[in-house]
């Protein structure tokens, strides 16, 4: 059994910064990517960030040069740095883990989500 804990969401004014982090705990063989979601109200969950094991990154369009993934692997934790925030960036933020079992299958994990919530 794996599970993600996330954390640190919450509300800020726009222009600020917030820190989310997600720890992956339980038995698995290996973590390969790592990564952010978000979800809107009335929107489909859409890729933030995410980073392979070897360190490549993706960022979506409207978050690239504000947000930064980053990741430890030997803690198997993902962090998401996101600066100057804006009001549309609003959304609840899934963490989610693509990993290997003992026996080398893949499964895709998700965090139960953070509300971020930017005010004008």
């Known amino acids: 059994q794996v599970q993600l804990v996330e954390s640190g969401g919450g509300l800020v004014q726009a222009g600020g910064s917030l820190r989310l982090a997600c720890a992956a705990a339980?038995?698995?063989?290996?973590?390969?990517?790592m990564g952010w979601y978000r979800q809107a109200p009335g929107k489909q969950r859409e890729l933030v960030a995410r980073?392979?094991?070897?360190?490549?990154?993706d960022y979506a369009d409207s978050v690239k040069g504000r947000f930064t993934i980053s990741r430890d692997n030997a803690k198997n934790t993902v962090h998401l740095q996101m600066n100057s925030l804006k009001p549309e960036d609003t959304a609840v933020y899934y963490c989610?883990?693509?990993?290997?079992?003992?026996?080398?299958?893949?499964?895709?994990?998700w965090g139960q989500g953070t509300q971020v919530t930017v005010s004008s």
């Open positions: 989610n883990v693509d990993l290997r079992d003992a026996k080398f299958m893949p499964y895709a994990y």
């Open positions: 339980g038995s698995f063989f290996s973590i390969d990517a």
């Open positions: 980073m392979s094991i070897g360190g490549s990154t």
